[in-house]
């Protein structure tokens, strides 16, 4: 899920999904100890720490049932202040990495006021900058064609990944994760946990994938980002544009998604929103992308 911000996973409009990451903190972190150090991972956790985790948490023999094993992890310096946690496969070289992770500690502080309760609240959360998993060594099929932005196929861990981050927080007591969504199917395959904080935003994944449909979700992404949507009332192209999109876990932040007011501002915007497929701009060759 990168993050277009500095610059580098919703429920329907009806209801809200009754679907619900289900994790125990202990289970993840209780091996981990609290250091102090600028080699650390944000601050606290050694590479061997991590490791043990990552095991522990199922995402290790996840990796291995794909098919990699003997993972070396290494915590490496991004930018002034910033760390990037990588893991390779089988030796620490970029042909071999398979997952990478860049996230920090910061305060939402949203430009525009959805809500006067939830906006004057000190809310910090864990930012998700970068976050990468792919097998380089896998190809890309009709079953699971190449999305935008993919060098190689994904290992699908996604949810596990998305566990281990809630119990981070949990465990640092943080408000929720912070995530902007690069590309369309990114912000559509996390919709059940994370929410857009604009309602018109999250209404818009919603009314895209209405007025996609049947098109599988690597035809939806791949159509908008070669510019084959358009905007029903003015026939201009579409363009995604990435936005805040959270994980509640402090219960401002969820009384703000489970609010009448965000509920119904999500409804009107899903009915005012209206696309089609534009046949002649569309790169049809990209639509499925299996080499």
Known sequence: MPRKSKKPKPFSAAETSKRTLQFDERDLLGQLTANEGSTLWLGSYTASEIEHTLGRWGILPGFRRSGLDQFIIRIE?????????????????????????????????????MSETFSDKELIVLALEWLLMQNPFASFTPERPRLPGQNHPGLGQARRVTQSFMALCKKRRLAGILNFPQFFHNAYLYRDHFHFYDPARQA????????????????????????????????????????????????????????????????????????????????IARQNPAK
């Not at 990037?84 to 939402?108: D, G, K, M, Q, V």
């Not at 009332?233 to 805040?244: D, P």
């Open 204 to 283: 818009n994944i919603l009314a895209l994938y209405r007025d996609l449909s049947p098109m599988h979700l690597a035809g939806m992404s791949w159509a908008i980002e070669s510019g084959g949507v358009r905007i029903k009332s003015s026939g201009e192209k579409f363009t995604w544009i990435s936005a805040a999109q959270l994980l509640p876990m402090h219960e401002a932040i969820k009384n703000y998604f489970a609010s009448d007011g965000y509920r119904q501002r999500v409804q009107e915007d899903i009915e005012k929103q209206k696309y089609f497929l534009d046949e002649t701009n569309l790169n």
């Open 77 to 113: 310096p991004f930018e002034q202040f910033d760390q990037t946690l990588r893991i390779y496969c089988y030796a620490a070289t970029p042909e071999n990495l398979i997952a990478e992770a860049r996230i920090r500690e910061e305060r939402f502080t949203p430009e525009v006021k």
